[in-house]
């Protein structure tokens, strides 16, 4: 990205605790303070290819003496440090104890940012961090540090999205707000918001989706009746747009082609009152086996989860223009989701990335085949690239002229989604996509500012619209 006068996203580390939590005073139980142990996990996140949140769990499993607050203030640091991992590396790079040293002083400087404390640090690195804090100027940084992005999707964003890159780039290092999806088969959103509040749980509701609740901090929602009777779903407000772009009726057959373990799958049943079915298709087995739990919770009966090898399975065959409605939420580089998965920027390679939009348009092409005659389609990623999203739609749409695509302002007015306008519009640097009318005023822009176009897609983004980074077309095929 191309320097900017904006001031810096990145803040120095602080000894404050951001939301103003108490600090564990002690290390935990473990015989390991706090330092040791994020300092520990930073090593095992550079070196192992299991993803952050996996790793940390797999380490409170081991852990089991560690308690609420510990756990807490250990995943945050580590995330600190994914996050802002270019910012915090250029601050960790001089101290004391050499090259061992620089994961320590990373592990202290995010237990200080986070608020934890930093029990456990020798004399000589307390000074360091006291001085480290002092002379944090965040203020005329190098862009790396303060977009904290890998430079080949720096330079990508910057290029698709102009000036909007930045706000983009903070939104992202940002935490995700906890959001829960009502099961409307079972509860109305009104109701369960007073009674999770009364029960201590604090929430709004989400400002878009009609299902949504947007808890206050981060609540242990499985301690909630709500949770237990199967009343909510964690779900990003989001996601549950796109299940709402579906518009599953009841007695539909619907196929959720790349269901993983059945988020949208789950809210689309909800939709259908448990009438009609709908196919749960993945290649993961693994995945699949998440969903049964969550049905069960759901009191969902009409699923019918498939593993299958590949896009082309044999056993989709005798289902082929038998679908009313079909939903491909499919594999991509997940760069939507950032806020809640920063460790993913650092191990996707830019080849990587490139790789996927061949799959997506294999797999859409499959599932499209599914869909029958005045049926709908829709196609999904939570990436924020347009090789995943504009470009491949409107390739599959000039491939597929039997689909006509269906405006998504539409559908989400349909559905009662707040401002569904707003929802539907792309970015882009003004040269890119200046109108043949508003060629003038765009040639008077700086080359790099962002312009808003309409469209007929989904587009949501994290420093807009406060979801995840999502993209959405729909398409009806004709009759
Ligand atoms: C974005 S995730 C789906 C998330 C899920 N819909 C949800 O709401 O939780 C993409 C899924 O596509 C699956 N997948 C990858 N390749 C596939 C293929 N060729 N056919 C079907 N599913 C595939 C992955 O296993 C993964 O679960």
Request: charged share 25%; with cysteine.
């Amino acid at each position: 990205m191309p320097s900017s006068k904006r001031s810096s996203p990145s803040r120095a580390p602080s000894a404050q605790h951001p939301r103003g939590g108490q600090r564990p005073r002690s290390g935990p139980a473990t015989g390991h303070s706090l330092v040791d142990q994020v300092a520990l996990l930073l090593t095992q996140l550079r070196q192992s290819p299991q993803p952050a949140d996996a790793l940390l769990a797999a380490h409170f499993k081991q852990h089991r003496n560690l308690g609420p607050r510990e756990r807490g203030a250990i995943s945050e640091a580590c995330f600190a440090v994914l996050r802002e991992r270019n910012w915090f590396t250029h601050l960790a790079k001089d101290g004391p104890g050499e090259a061992a040293g620089r994961t320590r002083r990373l592990a202290l400087l995010a237990l200080a940012h986070t608020g934890a404390g930093v029990a456990g640090a020798t004399p000589e690195e307390a000074v360091w961090l006291q001085q480290a804090q002092a002379t944090a100027q965040p203020a005329n940084l190098d862009d790396p540090m303060r977009h904290n992005l890998p430079q080949w999707l720096a330079q990508r964003l910057q290029a698709q999205l102009g000036d909007e890159a930045w706000p983009l780039a903070q939104a992202l290092l940002t935490p995700a707000p906890l959001d829960v999806r009502v099961n409307i088969a079972k509860a109305k959103r009104s109701a369960l918001a007073v009674s999770l509040a009364a029960d201590g749980f604090e929430n709004d509701s989400t400002p878009y989706s009609p299902w949504g609740l947007r808890m206050q901090g981060k609540p242990r929602l499985t301690q909630s009746d709500a949770f237990r009777q199967g009343e909510i779903e964690v779900q990003d407000e989001g996601s549950q747009l796109l299940a709402l772009l579906v518009d599953a009726r009841r007695g539909d057959m619907v196929a959720d082609f790349c269901a993983g373990a059945g988020g949208k799958t789950l809210a689309m049943a909800a939709m259908m009152r448990d009438q009609g079915r709908v196919y749960a298709f993945d290649t993961s087995t693994h995945r699949l086996e998440g969903l049964q739990p969550r049905a069960l919770r759901a009191g969902v009966r009409n699923l019918y989860p498939i593993a299958i090898a590949h896009e082309a399975d044999e056993r989709l065959k005798t289902l082929a223009g038998k679908m009313d409605r079909v939903l491909v939420d499919a594999p991509c580089t997940g760069l939507g989701t950032l806020r809640r998965s920063p460790d993913r920027k650092w191990r996707l390679s830019e080849a990587e990335a490139d790789q996927y939009p061949e799959l997506q348009a294999r797999i859409l092409t499959a599932a499209a085949r599914l869909v029958k005659p005045g049926g709908r389609l829709v196609y999904a990623t939570c990436s924020l690239l347009r090789e995943e999203n504009e470009d491949l739609a409107r390739a599959f749409a000039a491939a597929h002229r039997d689909f006509e695509p269906v405006p998504v302002a539409e559908v989400l007015a349909k559905a009662k989604v707040a401002q569904a306008e707003a929802l539907t519009h792309s970015l882009g640097p003004s040269r890119v996509e200046a109108t043949v009318a508003a060629a003038d005023e765009a040639a008077s822009e700086p080359a790099t500012a962002s312009r808003l176009a309409p469209s007929p897609y989904l587009r949501l983004w994290p420093q807009r619209h406060g979801t995840d980074g999502f993209f959405a077309a729909v398409w009806q095929r004709r009759r």
